[in-house]
């Protein structure tokens, strides 16, 4: 296992945008108050009984310098940036470093699908003119698209990872900066809804016919949701929170089943600790991977267990938000950073009774404690994990 502690890296600025609300107040009033932004299920061709994170608002089509990339994926995107001054904050980067010397790292799992599905709805014989797979349904999408709204002209690059993808892009572009290649990032994420998405989680029985219940006794399976969050990434001694630390494993256990025992997910947060050069006993909260689904849950009891003990709260904030897929890892790393700043523990939406096999700290209520760190869990199919060690210095 390759590890080594790492120089912190200022995250200098953020902002994410979900089914609770666009930008950071209010997420975070919803998460303060309690009130989870699910719903049952109305997206359009569906009829699944289950419950949905949709964002408000994205029957916008983007700026006409940009159609050849307008997609309900890169709307999402739009309404994202436009939240909490980061398009201003991002764009002085190109003041203090030079166009050349910014690179943009995006993550998503299934990019601008649900364009693709329009198109083969209206046209099962040929694609419409107003169709481009590039530009839209294209895993790269993303990533160009925030690239040229910012006009940025260095490294380029999404990574698809399943649920894990937004957090990778946090050591894709830590890796980055260090190599030289560039000396500041734009990090992120975007996952939007399609029906490729819900049924395919219906097929594979995952969906909850109610709204998720991560680490409960009677828990069903997960809730899909949608986001879209930004953050940057430079050297800012100066800064107040910081990306101390992340690790990466990959299990090669099973296509869809997590390592029973949570093996891969243990050594990515151990990793992640050596490079924050922190101790266990120094994690003050744990945002948890926390699906819903009985197997995922339970093998990420055990790696928390294995690689930080069993004493630190920790919850699942999917239960507000749904799973976002490839917008999890940077929608919760920016809640673990509010809970930074707040000094609040949000709890695990809809747990009524933990289950009896979960041995470690599920927060059942909210709560108020100063924290310095926090330690952020994102585990996709196919055994890709990542961990994300955030605080102040």
């Known amino acids: 296992m390759i590890s ?20 950071n107040l209010e997420n975070w009033q919803a998460i303060e108050s309690g009130n989870s932004g699910l719903k049952p ?13 949709e964002v408000d608002h994205l029957d916008i089509r983007l700026p006409h310098q940009w159609q050849e990339y307008d997609c309900r994926n890169n709307r999402l995107a739009w309404v994202a940036l436009n939240q909490d001054g980061f398009i201003s904050r991002a764009n002085k ?10 690179g943009v790292f995006m993550g998503t ?16 014989s040929h694609l419409p003119d107003w169709y481009h797979l590039s530009t839209t349904h294209n895993i790269s999408s993303i990533s160009k698209f925030v690239q040229k709204v910012f006009s940025f002209r260095g490294p380029c690059l999404s990574i698809s990872t399943a649920c894990s993808s937004s957090a990778k892009v946090f050591a894709s572009a830590q890796r980055a900066i260090v190599s030289g290649l560039c000396d500041a990032a734009i990090v992120g994420g975007v996952d939007s809804l399609c029906l490729t998405t819900l049924y395919g989680f219906h097929s594979l029985q995952l969906l909850s016919t109610d709204p998720c219940q991560p680490f409960d006794q009677s828990r069903k399976g997960i809730s899909i949701g949608e986001a879209g969050g930004f953050a940057i ?7 107040d929170l910081f990306l101390l630390g992340f690790g990466e494993s990959s299990d090669a256990y099973h296509m869809s089943s997590p390592h029973p025992e949570g093996e891969g997910a243990a050594m990515a947060m151990t990793m992640a600790l050596q490079k924050a050069n922190l101790e266990k006993e120094s994690i003050d909260y744990i945002n948890l991977h926390g699906t819903g689904t009985i197997a995922n849950d339970a093998a990420e009891s055990i790696a928390v267990s294995t ?23 940077v929608i919760e790393a920016c809640i673990c950073l509010q809970a930074i700043e707040n000094n ?47 605080g102040k210095r």
């Open 233 to 239: 990434l430079e050297k800012n001694p100066e800064a």
């Open 93 to 102: 980067l190109k003041e203090k470093y030079g166009a050349d010397r910014i």
């Open 307 to 329: 690689a930080v003990g069993n004493e630190t709260p920790a919850s699942s904030t999917k239960g507000w938000t749904g799973h976002t897929l490839g917008a999890a890892g």
């Open 344 to 390: 609040f523990l949000p709890k695990n939406q809809n747990i009524n009774t933990v289950d009896a096999n979960t041995n470690i700290h599920i927060l059942q209520q909210s709560m108020r404690k100063k924290i310095r760190t926090a330690l952020s869990n994102s585990f996709g199919f196919g055994g890709s994990n990542a961990s994300l060690v955030l």
């Open 4 to 23: 080594g502690k790492m120089n912190p890296l200022a995250i200098s600025h953020f902002t994410y945008t979900s089914c609770l609300g666009a930008g």
């Open 41 to 53: 299920c109305d997206f359009p061709n569906t009829d699944l009984p289950t419950w949905i994170g």
């Open 109 to 124: 799992s299934t990019s601008g699908i649900y364009q693709s599905e329009l198109a083969y709805m209206e046209s099962s």
